[in-house]
């Protein structure tokens, strides 16, 4: 059964890239067999043949598979402790510059980007960035280019943005109805959005900073060498990469290229 | 043992000349004279050598000595006392050898042990450190067996009961299990093991100049504590005695084996880490993972409260509205029907409409046709015979023209007659005269209407009436006769040789048949049908020859119809055709069938009324419907004809460019086989040397290069010269000048790549380069780390100069840097920053001294502040580029303000790096100037060293045109520019879609843009978009630039509007290629 489910999901990814160009072959396979087993339940399959005939013959079906395939879960200024190092020992370097590009990959549903704009913000920095935020998913593209969260979440985002140093109130930066708070356009000035595949696609742009958090854990280690490679290429000399709370650049083949900035941070220096 | 063997022999020679001398004393002097005592000495002298039993030896021989010399001479008289003298003597020469031989067995041990320890502390020393399994194989094996003088080596580790290969010395891996044999004896037995007198093919010791044949092989095994941990095999050219290797392989193998079981420890460690690093993401992934899920049920568990109250809500009404619903649908079902059934009519009747409305039209042009021809002669005559020339017009003429228009005039009488007739048929005006007609009469009647036309064409004419023919049939005499009248008018006009018969047949169905034959031209079946209608004869071109209105036939089916019958053709082509009107023989009022065309109007369609085989509507319908279909399928072909425009016009391009190409390939290939048939004998000083400093000339024009060699010889350089890059590119290696002058326009490749591959090679990186040619790239050659640039022509002074600064450049040691900066106390700190040894630096405090500065001296780099007392660093950047006398180092720009996009835009042209001052600015700013000092050791992006590397010669096809480049990364901008540039294009650069817009609102000039996809404000293809929208930029050619590789990417940039696309990251040459087929001719 196992067995077989593997040539499945195996059939389905490879399905996937040559129908629709989105490359998840070198996902992690149990991530992507536990995210493919609940999308079989959503679609009401009973083996993965079924879903890909599904995902294969209608584009809408393999758009709503997108957000399967993808782990959307983010929230403002997660994890405080790492935009607090950003303040404290990336910022200062970035100040330097006359003008700063900083990239977040695998923006999700934007809360990543947002909070890193306010940080900009307030270390009034923004002015002279520009943030390039890329995913595959275009709906979540199209979330985070929105800035729009729903009321019931903000109060942890504040949260968080307070532990992570923030220097006002959020609420200096979103506009509030009933049901959603909407983040300031002025902030969305700096940011690009774009659809961008660290599994197919090659470096845009020189970047300074580049975020990419919680998203080298889905992929198998070879892509994870190749999104580090493309990270290597686009940042500049001494450029800073962050990574998520559990990734480590460690066993990766940039492991020589970069040196540790903040150990528990997973922030780290290109060479 | 392998202590070294010295020299014995004195030594030995020694012991004896001293034996030989004592006793020959002893001989000659008296007994009493204890001279024996010194035959102790040669004793006590062999400690020094190192056969343990030698000693004993030499006693044995001293005592034979001292019994000699008691002897001797043999007259001597030997007092007893003498003789126990020398038996005291010969005991003390005996217990001295005892001594003597103890020493020297302590001794040899002494030397073993140290031999071995010494070993062992090789071997540990070879292992210290956090060694690899490999390495600590490799670096064993090698000190063991240079140690032992071993010449072959290998070493294996022992896993789960199966040898490893960790490393070999002289020896290539070789560890399939089958080779184990005796290794893994020894690894499962633990005993070392040492063969001898191996054959001759066993194994070869080799060298570049030899080989030989080990003689010994020793396996011993490497213990860790007790455990074997793999076995240590080693082969020696030498045989004898190996016991002491034996015993450093027994105590050297426990450091080994120690080594080797941590290197495997620490290697299962990293495994284990990295294990548990995949677990820790694995389970980060399932952390996340359930966010989502729990996220999703959280929504899911509000959307279901809400929807189930909604759905409760709901629910009732839909109760209610149920019930009105199913009444509604009924009458809304019954609605439906009738509107469809209406629906239908109406589809019906506007079809009908249609197709009557386009008879109509089509009779109606046919008919002015065919009425204009007639009076379009009968026009033109009458005005001349109206006119003023009718007076000079002789008599025949002026009749013949009467009578033309008279012919004219009759032509239209019948031809409106025949309108006339016809409309009434078909309208249904038909007066029916109906009687009993006699068949002979008809037929005579006919007969002899036609029989002097017979006459008159030479035709033969026949009459038949076949046997079942009735006498007489009642029907309307006068219409039957028109229709046979038409019929063999017809039949006559159309036929030039040969009959016309007329049958006359019964049938069974009550009809009679006129089968009119003819012989003549015939109709093609596919317009057998078309003759029928109005105005249509079956060629278009016949009624020229023929005459006649086109209406006979038409007239002639309706009137059969009329009858009761049909009319039907039968005909081949070039034989004749046969009419046939079969008419009914007892026609009554009522049978006359009411035209079905009839109320379809007046144009009405023969065709319809015939009964006959051939449907005619159908071709009608089809034809029709066909209309739109062959305008859609004309829209088509205009479109198929664009896009075969396109195509040629795409397939023109290719052809351009191919030739073009291919020309371009043959050169280069002609410029190879010209640079390698032209032996590259370089000119010059290579052979006789004057001077210790030698200078390269790079220069194709021979007589400045001849002009350049004098001035060398004058300032004390020898001189070298080349013509092509390619053999400087050489000699700058062979010969490691200590100077280059170098020219830009070589005829193989552009100075500026030479210079660059010069800088690029470690081995020539360091020759200072200046640069002598016409001013068109001084900053870049600058920037590529050239000494100077004189402008062509050259000054006799300058070249003294450029001599000079080449020479200054040799005797730089250390690293120069020049700061700018009008604040002292900062200029003060920020050279006490940067001190370091090898570091020189002069400070300026403004723009004049920085010029003053580096016009006269050459810096390795430069730290500027933009805000002088004097001027702008802008203007201090601008003189310096201006080129001439000054150099221009690299820049890095360390300012107090913030920059405008504008400012840092214009920055960038001359430095890569600027620094803001802030919190960690000092840190930056050593980092980047430390970086600069040693620029040539560090190498450059390998994409931005490929660019530069493929920079090229100027090119015809770039020389002055515009490229408008939309991109906001610097780095590209940068590449891009350094490739394009150099081939002669000028590049405008704007930073993202929007600029670009403005700018071609502004300037249109443009040849080709090349558009990033990815930027700020506007992105790459909604800027295609709006380009594609202006009219005046709709063929102005496209190449997007994108980091996205895929088929679907592709296809929006095409859609977009984008010519062509290049996949990021660039290949230069496929870009110049794309260039060159997209550059408007």
Redesign the interface.
């Known amino acids: 059964m196992d067995a077989i489910f593997d040539i499945e999901l195996k059939l389905l990814l490879e399905g996937v890239y040559l129908r629709?160009?989105h490359d998840f072959r070198g996902y992690?396979v149990?991530?992507m067999r536990?995210?493919v087993q609940?999308a079989m339940e959503h679609f009401e399959c009973a083996s993965v043949s079924q879903l890909q005939e599904k995902v294969l013959h209608q584009p809408a079906i393999f758009a709503q598979m997108l957000q399967y395939f993808t782990?959307?879960?983010s929230e403002m200024f997660r994890d405080p402790t790492y935009f607090r190092a950003l303040r404290e020992v990336v910022v200062?370097?970035l100040?330097?510059?006359?003008?700063v590009k900083l990239w977040v990959a695998g923006c999700s549903s934007g809360e990543e980007v947002w909070s890193l704009a306010i940080l900009l913000e307030e270390e009034d920095l923004l002015s002279?960035s520009?943030i390039?935020a890329t995913d595959i998913n275009p709906d979540a593209l199209r979330a985070a280019e929105s800035g729009i969260y729903p009321l019931d979440r903000i109060a942890q985002f504040s949260k968080n943005y307070r532990a992570a140093g923030g220097k006002g109130s959020l609420s200096d930066y979103y506009t509030s109805n009933l049901h959603d708070a909407r983040f300031d356009r002025r902030l969305r000035e700096?940011v690009?959005f774009?659809?961008?595949?660290l599994a197919?696609?090659?470096?845009?742009?020189?970047v300074h900073f580049i975020s990419c958090r919680?998203v080298?854990?889905?992929f198998n280690r070879e892509l994870q060498n190749r999104a580090t490679a493309l990270f290597h290429?686009a940042l500049v000399?001494?450029g800073f990469l962050g990574l998520?709370?559990?990734?480590?650049l460690?066993?990766t083949g940039q492991a020589a290229q970069f040196v540790e900035v903040d150990r528990n941070e997973r922030i780290y220096q290109r060479l | 043992m392998i202590i070294e063997k010295k020299d014995e022999m004195p030594l030995f020679v020694g012991i004896a000349v001293l034996s030989a001398l004592i006793f020959g004393v002893d001989v000659v002097t008296e007994l009493g004279v204890a001279v024996w005592v010194f035959y102790i000495i040669p004793v006590t002298l062999s400690v020094f050598q190192r056969n343990k039993y030698l000693p004993v030896f030499i006693a044995l021989v001293e005592m034979v000595l001292i019994v000699l010399g008691t002897f001797l001479p043999l007259d001597n008289v030997i007092p007893l006392r003498n003789v126990i003298n020398r038996s005291f003597g010969v005991i003390t020469i005996f217990a001295t050898a005892a001594l003597a031989t103890q020493v020297i067995g302590a001794r040899i041990k002494a030397q073993g042990l140290a031999w071995l320890q010494e070993g062992n502390a090789t071997v540990a020393k070879d292992l210290l450190g956090e060694q690899s399994v490999e390495d600590v194989g490799r670096n064993a094996l090698y000190a063991l067996a240079r140690y032992v003088d071993a010449q072959l080596g290998a070493i294996h580790r022992l896993e789960r009961g199966a040898l490893t290969w960790i490393g070999g010395y002289a020896c290539e891996r070789n560890d399939t299990p089958a080779s184990a044999g005796l290794a893994l004896e020894v690894a499962s037995h633990g005993e070392p093991l040492v063969v001898r007198e191996l054959p001759d093919n066993y194994a070869a010791v080799r060298s570049t100049v030899g080989q030989g044949q080990p003689r010994t092989l020793i396996l011993a095994p490497v213990r860790a504590e007790g455990r074997i941990q793999g076995v240590v095999e080693l082969a020696f050219l030498r045989q004898g005695d190996f016991s002491d290797v034996l015993g450093l392989l027994a105590g050297a193998g426990e450091n080994i084996g120690v080594a080797l079981r941590s290197a495997m420890y620490r290697e299962h460690l990293r495994d284990l880490l990295?294990e548990t690093?995949r677990q820790?993401?694995?389970?980060?992934?399932?952390q996340?993972?359930l966010?989502?899920?729990n996220?999703e049920l959280e929504e899911q568990g509000r959307a279901l409260r809400e929807s189930q109250q909604r759905l409760e809500h709901q629910q009732t009404d839909l109760i209610q509205s149920n019930t009105q619903l199913e009444e509604h649908t009924s009458r809304l079902e019954r609605q439906k029907r009738d509107l469809l059934k209406a629906q239908h009519a109406l589809e019906i009747n506007a079809q009908e409409l249609h197709r009557a409305n386009r008879y109509k039209s089509e009779f109606l042009a046919n008919m002015s046709h065919e009425l204009r021809t007639p009076l379009n002669s009968s026009l033109i005559l009458s005005q001349m015979l109206a006119g003023p020339k009718s007076v000079t017009m002789a008599a025949e003429e002026i009749q013949r023209y009467a009578r033309t228009i008279h012919a004219s005039n009759s032509d239209l009488l019948s031809l409106i007659n025949d309108i006339l007739d016809l409309s009434k048929i078909e309208a249904g005006h038909v007066d029916m005269d109906t009687g009993v007609v006699s068949l002979n009469g008809l037929l005579e009647a006919v007969r002899q209407m036609f029989e002097p036309i017979a006459a008159s064409k030479n035709l033969g004419f026949r009459v038949i009436v076949e046997n079942n023919a009735p006498p007489t049939l009642t029907t309307d005499r006068s219409k039957l006769q028109q229709v046979l009248k038409n019929l063999l008018a017809n039949a006559f006009k159309f036929t030039e040789q040969g009959e016309v018969t007329l049958t006359v047949a019964g049938s069974s169905d009550g009809r009679v048949s006129f089968a009119v034959a003819d012989t003549g031209i015939g109709i093609p079946e596919h317009q057998q049908d078309v003759i029928f209608e109005a105005f249509r004869q079956a060629d278009g071109t016949t009624s020229r020859k023929y005459g006649g209105t086109g209406l006979g036939l038409s007239i002639s089916r309706e009137l059969t119809r009329v009858l009761g019958g049909e009319l039907r053709v039968r005909s081949t082509p070039g034989q004749g055709s046969t009419f046939t009107a079969e008419v009914s023989a007892q026609l009554d009022q009522a049978t006359i069938a009411p035209s079905p065309s009839a109320p379809k109007g007046a144009g009405a369609t023969p065709h319809d009324a015939s009964v006959s085989g051939q449907p005619s509507g159908a071709p009608a319908t089809e034809l029709a419907a066909a209309r739109p279909a062959a305008v859609a399928a004309a829209g088509g072909a205009t479109e198929a004809g664009a896009a075969a425009r396109a195509g040629t016009g795409a397939f023109s391009f290719a052809d351009h460019a191919l030739p073009r190409n291919s020309a371009a390939a043959a050169a280069a290939a002609a410029a190879d086989s010209v640079a390698n048939m032209v032996p590259a004998a370089p000119r010059g000083d290579v052979q006789d040397r004057q001077f210790d400093r030698l200078v390269l000339v790079i220069e194709d024009d021979q007589r400045f290069a001849d002009i350049l060699y004098e001035v060398a010889h004058e300032q004390g350089f020898d001189c070298v010269l080349s013509a092509n890059g390619a053999d400087a590119l050489r000699l700058a290696r062979e010969l490691r000048p200590s100077g280059i002058l170098l020219d830009i326009g070589l005829p193989d490749q552009s100075g500026l790549s030479v210079l660059d591959q010069i800088k690029r090679d470690p081995a020539t990186r360091h020759i200072p380069i200046h640069m002598i040619s016409v001013a068109d790239h001084v900053q870049t050659a600058l920037e590529l780390g050239a000494v100077g640039y004189a402008v062509k022509p050259v000054a006799r002074e300058e070249l003294i100069a450029a001599f000079a600064k080449v020479e200054e450049k040799l005797q730089t040691r250390a690293r120069r840097i020049l700061v700018v900066e009008d604040d002292a106390t900062l200029r003060e700190s920020i050279a006490l920053l940067l001190q370091a040894d090898d570091v020189e630096i002069t400070m300026c405090g403004t723009v004049a001294q920085a010029l003053e500065a580096v016009a006269t001296h050459t810096f390795d780099c430069m730290v500027m502040d933009l805000m002088l007392p004097d001027a702008s660093g802008y203007d201090l950047l601008e003189q310096m580029a201006s080129g001439g006398k000054y150099a221009f180092p690299p820049v890095i720009v360390y300012t107090g303000r913030?920059?405008t996009?504008d400012?840092?835009t214009r920055?960038r042209r001359y430095s890569r790096s600027?620094?803001?001052?802030?919190?960690?600015?000092p840190?930056?700013l050593v980092?980047e100037v430390t970086?600069f000092l040693h620029r040539v050791e560090a190498s450059l992006?390998p994409d931005q060293q490929k660019l530069l590397l493929q920079a090229r010669q100027r090119d015809a096809v770039f020389e002055g045109r515009r490229i408008l480049l939309v991109e906001?990364?610097?780095?590209?901008i940068f590449a891009l520019s350094s490739v394009l540039e150099p081939l002669g294009a000028e590049i405008i650069v704007t930073r993202n879609g929007r600029e670009a817009l403005d700018f071609l609102a502004r300037d249109s000039a443009v040849d080709v843009v090349l558009m990033?996809?990815?930027?700020?404000e506007m992105?790459g293809l909604t800027a295609t978009r709006e380009i594609r929208k202006q009219a005046a930029l709709r063929d102005l050619p496209i190449i997007a630039l994108?980091?996205?590789?895929?088929?679907?990417?592709r296809k929006n940039c095409l859609d977009a509007g984008a010519n062509d696309y290049i996949?990021?990251?660039i290949d230069i040459d496929k870009l110049v290629s794309l260039c060159r087929v997209w550059m408007p001719k």
């Open positions: 629709y160009q992690a149990s991530s536990r995210r609940q782990v959307q879960v200062p370097v100040k330097t510059y006359p003008s002279r520009l390039y700096h690009v774009a659809d961008h595949s197919t696609d090659s470096v845009f742009s020189e919680n080298l854990i889905y290429e000399r001494r998520g709370s559990k990734e480590s460690r066993y | 990295e690093q820790s993401e694995e389970l980060q992934t399932q996340e993972e966010r989502v899920s996220e913030a920059l996009r400012e840092e920055l600027i620094i803001i001052k802030g919190a960690k600015s840190e930056r980092d970086l992006p906001d990364d610097v780095r590209n990033d996809l990815m930027m700020p992105d994108t980091a996205k590789a895929m088929v679907d990417d996949a990021k990251p």
